[in-house]
């Protein structure tokens, strides 16, 4: 292990096997994601305070290259599994692992990238069938039916409205799936 961990502790005794189970976390994020510069790991001793008494808090603060940090502080406090101290390092260090795949994946360029919902105008409506069609920004009419507008506003819809829609294949061609009113153009 490269990495120095600094070890604070307020009101648990933290014995030598804890101390090395913390090393061992460490160590063992170090080899799956490369240099950590700095770490840093706060454990708070059970309280005793109603809601919060007897449980654990274990904290950690990790530095990486390019000044990057993970920080793992946030902790339910309504989980009373965090009164075995083996359970809140665990629990902590878990966290500390998400947080580390995560700056790694945007070190990497893989972070997830969501397009945005298709939008269009309402082409022609008819309020009597209870149908619709929506005009799209490449020419296409796709259809939809009352039960598709979110919130029953169909009755609310009028030509030239626009609106986002989830686009699928139907029985008889494309038709939107959920359709939101977003205002006149």
Do not use: W
Not at 78 to 107: P, T, Y
Not at 131 to 154: K, L, P, Q, W
Not at 155 to 160: F, I
Request: with cysteine; glycine share 10%.
């Amino acid at each position: 292990m490269e990495t120095p961990v600094e070890i604070a502790s307020h009101g648990a005794e933290i014995s030598p096997a804890v101390q090395a189970a913390l090393k061992d976390h460490v160590s063992e994020l170090e080899t799956r994601f490369g240099r950590i510069t700095d770490c840093r790991v706060v454990v708070t001793g059970p309280g005793k305070r109603h809601r919060t008494g007897g449980l654990y808090d274990v904290r950690i603060h990790l530095t990486l290259p390019n000044g990057r940090e993970v920080a793992v502080d946030h902790i339910d406090h309504g989980d009373e599994r965090h009164s075995d101290l083996n359970f809140a390092i665990n629990d902590a260090f878990k966290r500390a692992r998400r947080q580390l795949q995560d700056e790694a994946r945007k070190l990497q360029g893989e972070v997830k990238y969501h397009e945005p919902q298709p939008s269009g105008t309402i082409a022609r409506i008819d309020h009597a069938g209870a149908f619709g069609f929506i005009a799209t920004s490449d020419g296409r009419e796709i259809y939809f039916h009352r039960n598709s507008v979110i919130g029953g506003r169909f009755d609310d819809l009028e030509k030239g409205m626009h609106v986002t829609f989830v686009e699928e294949q139907g029985t008889k061609g494309d038709q939107a799936s959920t359709v939101r009113f977003m205002g006149k153009r």
